[in-house]
């Protein structure tokens, strides 16, 4: 079942801004991961942060979770055209079974 | 990496009638999972399929409307019955990397639609 809860639900920006989108969730985990998926394709996973880390960094990507909280955050630096998308986040509990959140839906203008 | 199949990749069909889905992973994997996206929604988990037992379902989803199949440690069968317009989605098959900083890799999923 979905527990998790995203905003906003899109977002627009210019190409080269900066792009951040939140996730809420309501139950214990072990780790929460962002999920990138274009045009109703298949996911790709993009980063995963374990519950006992609070922030991580891949490449031009910023993750925070706050399990206090129940929150995790999405940063996109230097956004360019390529990341128009829908981000998703997902929990998951320990069992590998993914809770998607709602999903924020990305458009970078050139 | 695991790199996934799915076949078909997409497929319209009458209502009243089933549709198998198949999901083919290039290694053994214990675990398979099956996801169900409609349309501008989020992905549900339907069911966990595991070789050797029968696949464990998810709040809401019965074996009677989407028998899976496991019959070896590559590969899943869904199967979509008894079809009515509520069920075109995006079905996705999914299994676990292992893998340290990552969890899933997913199939290219099949697109539904039911007419």
């Known amino acids: 079942s979905q527990q998790g809860e995203e905003d906003p639900q899109a977002l627009s920006i210019q190409e080269g801004e900066n792009a951040t989108m939140n996730c809420s969730y309501k139950?214990?985990?072990?780790?929460l991961q962002w999920y990138r998926q274009n045009s109703g394709r298949g996911l790709v996973h993009l980063i995963l942060?374990?519950?006992?880390?609070r922030e991580k960094h891949s490449g031009r990507l910023r993750v925070t979770l706050d399990t206090s909280k129940k929150s995790s955050s999405l940063l996109i630096t230097a956004s360019r055209a390529a990341d128009t998308a829908s981000y998703f986040c997902?929990?998951?509990?320990?069992?590998?079974?993914?809770?998607f959140g709602a999903g924020t839906t990305v458009t970078v203008r050139a | 990496s695991a790199v996934i199949s799915q076949k078909p990749s997409r497929d319209i069909c009458q209502r009243g009638t089933s549709l198998t889905i198949q999901c083919q992973v290039d290694?053994?994997?214990?675990?398979m999972f099956w996801y169900r996206q409609q349309p501008g929604q989020s992905l549900t988990l339907i069911a966990t399929?595991?070789?050797?037992?029968?696949?464990?379902?998810e709040s809401g989803f019965v074996i009677d409307k989407f028998p899976i199949s496991r019959p070896n440690l590559t590969f899943s069968t869904l199967t979509v019955s008894n079809m009515s317009p509520e069920d075109s989605s995006i079905y996705l098959c999914?299994?676990?990397?292992?893998?340290?900083?990552?969890?899933?890799?997913f199939g290219p999923g099949t697109r539904l639609l039911v007419l």
């Open positions: 999914s299994v676990p990397s292992y893998r340290v900083g990552e969890t899933q890799y």
């Open positions: 139950t214990s985990i072990n780790n």
């Open positions: 942060i374990r519950s006992n880390e």
């Open positions: 997902a929990t998951d509990g320990g069992d590998y079974k993914l809770s």
């Open positions: 290694s053994q994997v214990t675990m």
């Open positions: 399929a595991n070789q050797g037992s029968e696949a464990t379902y």
